[in-house]
């Protein structure tokens, strides 16, 4: 089945102009302003008009500090033009340590301005701010602090105690690049925050290398009193924030879904993303416009967009409701592999949401791996992170995330260079060929997808039954039966989930066959609990029913606010010290969970079979996961609907 798109797809798809495209964005998206992303969002809109998809659009969000998108607070607008870092000796001799006309990672994103005539300090030397008790408000007053922390772990608390502005030297854990210079595009009060926004401290950060912050601590070390001048030439207002979509369009009214983000400094992360969906788009045009494939039932849409941000926005304000069958990220794949620290991996959707298009999604990456069994890659389980939110459970599409690892990442070693436009090629294939085959699915395609969630379902609950076996001595056995229980039913739940590809006036004739698929594989989860059960010598147990759990067994929360919440809408008053959820697995489990029919105890045991590392956790262990200083799980969910998040 997929060989024969494949075969179409080889010679339509090429790596180097996948490449070229990303290359071209990566040259105005490598300055991180607002009015960059303005223009990169001009040129991607016309590669997709070139590549003749219609409906082409850019759509804009308020960039405006204040404006919420579920739970998360658009940024402020920013744009800057010089901006340097000059170290001045006691001799008055001077040293540019950073210059954003030849590295723009050099200046944190939404650094405010300085005065015209720049800012002139004392540098101080403070190795991690984070920890109050190695510096004081009297020492940092009125001074230029160099650190090697993460300028957003620090920003707060330095420029509360009167720092004038921040030079760092950071650089991500496993980088070992002594010469990249990293990118700070996190820049809100709130450690855990992202963007400025209308209520965040205006300041400013210079990022030098490793190599530089070794000299500039030694020259400290040795006790020169040097003096920093910054200049910064920035605004920072409210703006718009753009989007790019467009369409192939199919026969019928639902969506298939390509999304990863534009607007941000690497080639890698993300220039290289946008240019294999450009790609995509474009052969897929020629192949349905050459007759060579015929018109989906489906239309092929494509969005590039802000992170997060704009994808919510899109969520609430464009997507056609109930229209998106399916979709698929792609975000930082394809990293060469010199600077590559991981296989490709596909990340796929969480268990709450698991649907046929896992099992859809590997068997199309073995067919096009095939033919080059030296390119790694690997399956992973959902991982939090980026645009796949859209698979939470208020938004609703099930969406796996191809991505890679590299040294590259957030760092100006992100530069075209570090793409491999051979891995960009393998990748757009694959891509083609899941939106297509989902966009032109049937009723005959919809068994074969059937078919292969099943046999997925099967080999997961197979290994899970070894897994629980070998480990069963470090474990409880009802522990172990529960956890296969549980894959069982969510794998059964996956193969029922291709009926949805199909009017309700045709799922009768495929009704029966998906069924006894889905009976197949829950049957294989009662074989695999029998023999763990043997195993133990204790051959009639079966999964025990869950313990009371007191007041979570009345609670039936349903969440309120769609998308991973962030407290961006909260004051930091309000939230009582609790820290940002905005990347936690945990929560995002759980939420998806909470549909008002089930109980708090049902969700948080299901999110917790869903994350389980070795043992399932309690309810209040879990809740801890999620914040450290939470009571209880009760405690957690009475805050959560204390503002607004969650009803019962």
Known sequence: MFRDLLDLLVPEIEGTRAWDNAAAIHALDRNFTFSSFHASARLSADLLRGAGLTDVEILEAPADG??????????LSWDVGEATFDVIAPDGSVERLADRSEIPACLAMWSAPTPPEGLEADIIWIENPVDRETWSRDAVRGNIVFTSAHPHSVKAALLQAGAV????????????????????NAWSDDPGGWALTARDARGW?????PRQGERLRGRLRAGEKLRGRAVVRATIEAGTLPAVTGVIPGSGREEVLLLGHQFEQGMWDNA????????????LQSLISAGKLPVPRRSIRFLFMSECYSTLHWVETARRANRTAAGVCIDAPCAVPEYATKPLEFSLNPL????????????VAREGMADNPLYAWREIPFAMGTDNMIAD???????????????TWHNSADVPEALDAGGQELVARIAAAYAYLIAAADGNLVLDFAHFAAARGKAVLAEAGLRELEARSERDLDDSL???????????????????????????????????????????GRDEIAALARRAGRPSRTPASPDPHGPLDTICPRRIVPGTLTFDSLEPAEREGRPSPRWSAELFALLSWCDGRRSLAEASALAARELRRGRTLSPD????????????????????????????
């Not at 502005?165 to 700070?184: E, H, K, R, T, Y």
């Not at 290289?272 to 052969?283: D, T």
């Not at 262990?621 to 019962?648: C, K």
Request: net charge neutral; glycine share 8%; proline share 5%.
């Open 393 to 407: 459970s208020s938004i609703g599409i099930p969406c796996p995330w191809i991505g890679s690892h590299s040294r």
């Open 205 to 209: 950060s210079f990022q030098i290398s």
């Open 272 to 283: 290289g993303g946008v240019g294999i969906m450009i790609e995509v788009a474009r052969a």
């Open 66 to 75: 204040r404006t919420l998108f579920g739970d998360w607070m658009m940024p």
């Open 482 to 524: 529960g956890q296969v229980a549980y894959l069982a039913e969510r794998h059964a739940e996956a193969v029922g989930s291709v009926l949805k590809l199909l009017p309700s006036n045709q799922r009768a004739g495929v009704r029966a066959q998906v069924r006894a698929l889905q009976r197949d594989v829950k049957r294989l």
């Open 621 to 648: 262990e879990f809740a801890r996961g999620i914040d450290p200083s939470a009571s209880s799980m009760v405690d957690y969910f009475e805050f959560l609907r204390q503002h607004n998040y969650v009803t019962w």
């Open 165 to 184: 502005g921040i030079v760092s030297d950071f650089q991500s854990p496993g980088a070992d690049l002594p010469d990249a210079v990293s990118w700070i």
């Open 352 to 363: 709450s949401q698991m649907t046929y298009v896992d099992a859809l999604i590997l068997a």
